[in-house]
C-alpha cells in the first residue's frame, strides 16, 4: 500500500503503510514534515544519549542501543531522504 504526502509545489512523497487495505492521501505542507524530522532528530539524540549514560552507569564496554532508539533513529533517516528526493523532483 502506498500514501501520498503532497509538498508545498505538489510535489507527491510516497509512503508505504501495511496498515491502510487501499492506497490513501495524506496532504502535509513541507514545512509540517521538516518541523516532524526535527521533532525526530532531537528525540534520536535524545535516546542515544540516554542508551550512552546508561552503558556509563553500568561499566558496560559497548553501548546496546534499544528498539526505540534504533527506530527512531531509521524513521529520521527515512523522512529525511523522503525531503532530500523531494527536492530533486
Not at 11 to 27: E, G, H
Not at 29 to 47: G, M, N, Q, Y
Amino acid at each position: 500500500m502506498t500514501k501520498e504526502i503532497q509538498g508545498d509545489e505538489n510535489k507527491n512523497l510516497a509512503v508505504k503503510t501495511a496498515s491502510s487495505p487501499r492506497p490513501a492521501q495524506l496532504r502535509a505542507s513541507r514545512s509540517d514534515l521538516e518541523k516532524i524530522l526535527d521533532t525526530l532528530v532531537a528525540a534520536k539524540r535524545f535516546f542515544l544519549r540516554r542508551d550512552e549514560m546508561n552503558a556509563e552507569v553500568h561499566l558496560a564496554r559497548e553501548v546496546r542501543y534499544s528498539p526505540l532508539t534504533t527506530e527512531c533513529a531509521a524513521q529520521c533517516d527515512r523522512l529525511r531522504t523522503m525531503l532530500e528526493g523531494n527536492d530533486e523532483s
